[in-house]
């Protein structure tokens, strides 16, 4: 079973995205801050991450960069409640919040199955 990472400061909106996520047949690590993220993926086999743009510590994208220098190739996903512009410059696909619970679940299986 894929194991998801996902990591956003607000814990409701992260265990939020946990239980859909794990309703929909997926493995779920939650982190709460940038450093948690990066250490959460030194100790779990994480096959994909949902990371906030916006955290403490370190932002969505620097996080993207570190989880995809332990582990290349690593498909990752943005969230933002921001302007999407900001998350948009990075390449990543973007989910602007609030999103419904079916768009996040299309794009973890668009991006875990090629």
Do not use: W
Not at 44 to 49: G, K, P, Q, W
Not at 59 to 78: E, H, T
Not at 91 to 112: M, N, Q
Request: with cysteine; aromatic share 4%; proline share 7%.
């Amino acid at each position: 079973m894929p194991c998801v990472l996902v990591a956003d400061d607000s814990r409701p909106f992260a265990e939020m995205v946990r239980a859909t996520l794990e309703n929909a047949g997926y493995e779920v690590v939650t982190a709460y801050s940038g450093l948690a993220a990066v250490a959460a993926m030194e100790h779990n086999d994480i096959s994909l991450a949902v990371l906030d743009v916006l955290m403490p510590e370190m932002s969505g994208d620097a996080v993207a960069a570190r989880l995809r220098q332990i582990s290349p190739g690593l498909p990752v996903v943005l969230m933002t409640g921001a302007d999407q512009a900001f998350a948009a410059g990075s390449g990543l696909p973007v989910l602007r919040k609030p999103f419904p619970h079916e768009e996040l679940i299309a794009t973890v299986r668009r991006l875990l199955d090629g």
